[in-house]
């Protein structure tokens, strides 16, 4: 269960889950949605990434060496591949 979610988590996480399933998601997209603003965004892809609801992979850009992150979400931290818990 995500009890350990909290509910900024949460709210990220629905939005997440809402968008359809070959949906890209970057930061700067989701800020766009939620009028807490960027480090409500920021602090809780953290969250959601240390407990293993999703992986952040780094964006390649033609020309640029980095283009930021985007990220893959898992309706439960056991199907993410790439996650590690903190033992």
């Known amino acids: ?3 350990q979610l909290s509910a900024k988590g949460k709210s990220i996480m629905t939005y997440m ?4 399933d070959d ?4 930061a700067s997209e989701i800020v766009t ?5 960027q480090s409500f965004v920021d602090s809780g ?3 959601l ?4 609801y999703i992986s952040r992979f780094k964006r390649r ?3 640029q060496k980095f283009a930021g992150y985007s990220y893959r979400l898992y309706e439960r931290p056991e199907l993410n591949p790439h996650y ?4």
Do not use: A, M
């Open 23 to 26: 949906w890209q998601f970057y």
């Open 61 to 63: 850009v033609e020309g």
């Open 84 to 87: 590690i818990p903190d033992l």
């Open 33 to 37: 949605h939620f009028k807490e603003g």
């Open 45 to 47: 892809l953290k969250e």
């Open 49 to 52: 990434e240390k407990l293993g």
């Open 17 to 20: 889950l809402s968008r359809p």
């Open 1 to 3: 269960s995500n009890t």
